[in-house]
């Protein structure tokens, strides 16, 4: 059975910082490309940040480029995205997204809340 499990979201000033994190079982962990989006109410899902097998690339969204940053934890089956110098603007409920080599399979986590307030 798949499970992806975000957690780490909350509520943070502007300029703070918050680190989300993405569990996975279930899955090939090492040959899937784990991604970041996020949908703000009102508006549709967009990727935020990918790290892709294939290649190895990273890749982030220019809203967020500079201030935010993926990593994976091969040996804990985890991503994690460290979210720095928070704006009003990033307030969303962030995905985790894990996709196969080729796009067979497709999985989302049910979000985490990111409210970034004063």
């Known amino acids: 059975q798949v499970q992806i499990m975000e957690s780490g979201g909350g509520l943070v000033q502007p300029g703070g910082s918050l680190r989300l994190s993405c569990a996975t079982s279930g899955i090939t962990f090492e040959s899937y490309s784990m991604s970041w989006y996020r949908q703000a109410s009102g508006k549709e899902r967009e990727v935020v940040a990918t790290?892709?097998?294939?290649?190895?690339?990273?890749n982030y969204s220019d809203s967020v480029k500079g201030r935010f940053t993926i990593s994976i934890d091969n040996a804990k089956n985890t991503v994690y995205l460290q979210m720095n110098s928070l704006k009003p603007e990033d307030t969303a409920v962030y995905y985790c997204n894990a996709r196969s080599p080729y796009n067979i399979l497709n999985y989302w986590g049910e979000g985490t809340l990111v409210t970034v307030s004063s």
């Open positions: 790290a892709a097998r294939d290649g190895g690339q990273i």
